[in-house]
């Protein structure tokens, strides 16, 4: 059973997976010392069903394994760091150039579960599968270390040596008792502190230690309000989400590139203008990111977003005309990052 259902994960595009029981009561002390600290910031969701998220079979009763799944999503010949060096240009994380992941991965998880049920069908009664992707509360990371898919870095992302970190994590909880594999117990970051020393924000307070607060990444999509004075300039360009702890991770010298075509650049979004981009109306906005995982920041924030890349580029007639035409379009919050972004330029 546990060699079919590996055969037919390869087939739907998977690039591993993996299989391990419910217990997770390493990794929950980390969580709950982590939600303690308020590392969380306004991601309250992260502080719910926290049980749930400790124990799987409170989420999905009878579960007694987990399949974990990993699929490679980094384009090939973006040039993200080209784009970072370039201020004209707005960076968009590199997950988020092509179709929304989440639709993807478990769409695939749960037409494995289906292929596999049918496939026991004819012999049994049909085993439970319930496929997730980054959808409910499952400590994705914890459960890919813990089956063998790698190991967590110091970045707190998941790791692994061929693979890097460019990939997507999924999950099928199953009542099937399938045999586990083993998890990788090398810590292979070492010495290593590159994640943490070119982390603009200085996020990562330690190692496997994130104060999400400062993160650019959650600045820029989970916190919905005004960006602290602080980080501003530190955001540079990086409008949507923030790849530095992956950029120069020596692991992801040589990751692999995906060869999946949903998860292809769309629109032209891996090197845009920041001036094409804030020009757009919300309708165009919502035009452009349809079925992408971008859509699920409102244009608001995407306005704010776009002001403080503005305020950190060379300037000019056309940008200090854009962020002018751009006041009033949304509301007094986009309003006050575009005084500061013009305020910025003018060196005031």
């Known amino acids: 059973m546990k060699t079919h259902i ?3 994960g390869k087939a739907l595009g998977f690039d591993k997976l993996a299989i391990t029981d419910t217990d997770l009561s390493q990794h929950t002390p980390h969580l709950r010392e982590w939600l303690a600290a308020g590392f969380a910031g306004d991601m309250g969701y992260m502080a719910r069903n926290v049980e749930k998220r400790s124990n799987p079979e409170l989420l999905e ?4 394994r987990i399949i974990t799944a990993r699929m490679q999503y980094l384009p090939a010949d973006t040039q993200p760091i080209q784009v970072l060096e370039n ?21 695939r998880l749960a037409k494995l579960a289906q292929q596999i049920n049918v496939t026991l069908g004819k012999e049994q009664t049909p085993f439970t599968f319930r496929a997730f992707t980054d959808s409910a509360p499952v400590l994705e990371k914890a459960l890919g270390e813990k089956s063998g898919l790698g190991w967590i870095g110091k970045h707190t992302l998941l790791l692994e040596k061929d693979a890097g970190s460019w990939f997507f994590l999924g999950e099928i909880y199953t009542n099937a008792p399938l045999p586990v594999d083993q998890p990788d117990s090398e810590d292979a970051c070492g010495k290593c502190s590159a994640c943490m020393t070119v ?4 996020a990562i307070i330690s190692p496997r230690r994130l104060d999400a607060r400062r993160c650019i990444s959650y600045l820029t999509i989970e ?30 010298r040589e990751a692999p590139t995906t ?22 109306s919300e309708t165009e906005f919502l035009a452009m990111t349809e079925g992408s995982a971008m859509r699920r920041i409102g244009y608001a924030q995407w306005q704010r977003n776009l002001a403080i890349g503005l305020g950190n580029s060379q300037g000019g007639d056309e940008v200090v005309l854009a962020l002018t035409q751009g006041l009033g379009r949304v509301n007094a919050m986009v309003d006050e990052h575009i005084q500061w972004a013009l305020a910025q330029l003018d060196g005031s």
């Open 199 to 202: 982390c603009p924000t200085d």
């Open 223 to 252: 916190h919905k309000d005004a960006i602290p004075l602080e980080f501003r300039q530190a955001m540079g360009n990086r409008v949507y989400g923030c790849d530095d702890c992956q950029l120069f991770c020596p692991w992801n």
């Open 61 to 64: 009763p009878s579960t007694c």
């Open 259 to 280: 060869t999946e075509a949903d998860f292809a650049v769309r629109n032209g979004l891996d090197k845009p203008r920041l001036v094409d981009l804030f020009a757009l």
């Open 6 to 8: 590996l055969a037919e």
């Open 87 to 107: 201020s004209g240009l707005a960076y968009i994380s590199r997950y988020a150039l092509g179709r929304d992941y989440h639709k993807v991965m478990r769409r």
